[in-house]
């Protein structure tokens, strides 16, 4: 039963990894700075469905590796990283403060809620990785808060499309999933 259990967590996290990667690749519009994608929908979506650690480590792997075919092989281990502290933001509302019980459509404000936390932990992770890029190029602390604020308003979309496609797409994934002894 152990070995099942192992094959079943690795088939899911490369799962939601591909998804991961699919949905980054696949709907990503620049705009100055950043690009607004999907990914990070199914960041979102590994870490309520999959747990925390799977999920984030799937999500992690899925934008790293978007990053790496993409040109951007020096951001891939942030993400990694911001993977890991944005889905522990998810993870806490979810787990903790809400027990995991959404179960019915009016439930759902509880996912808003943890996406809309998730959103602010990515919003703080993208200020400060932008932050300290622009002081390792030579600017003082304001200029280089400044500079990287003027490159957020990719993430407040993605942020935006996060919390209204997570609360469409987390009840019918969980039922699904659930059926299938998956989750």
């Known amino acids: 039963m152990k070995q099942k259990?192992?094959?079943l967590n690795i088939v899911m996290v490369a799962l939601f990894t591909a998804m991961t990667y699919v949905a980054t690749q696949i709907i990503h519009i620049p705009m100055p700075g950043a690009f607004v994608h999907c990914g990070n929908v199914m960041v979102l979506l590994s870490v309520l469905l999959l747990g925390y650690t799977k999920g984030a480590l799937a999500g992690g792997l899925g934008l790293a590796l978007f990053d790496v075919l993409n040109g951007y092989i020096t951001e891939a281990p942030y993400f990694i990283v911001e993977s890991f502290v944005v889905g522990a933001a998810a993870w806490l509302f979810f787990h903790f403060i809400f027990k995991?019980?959404?179960d019915k459509p009016a439930d759902l404000w509880k996912i808003v809620v943890t996406a809309i936390?998730?959103?602010?932990?990515?919003?703080?992770?993208t200020q400060l990785k932008n932050t300290i890029v622009f002081m390792y190029g030579g600017s003082n602390f304001h200029v280089a808060f400044t500079a990287a604020t003027v490159k957020l308003p990719a993430s407040f979309i993605n942020v935006g499309v996060t919390i209204v496609l997570v609360t469409i797409l987390f009840l019918p994934l969980d039922k699904a999933l659930s059926k299938l002894n998956l989750r």
Do not use: S
């Not at 936390?117 to 992770?125: D, P, S």
């Open 5 to 7: 259990n192992t094959t």
């Open 100 to 102: 995991e019980k959404v």
């Open 117 to 125: 936390a998730t959103g602010c932990a990515k919003l703080f992770m």
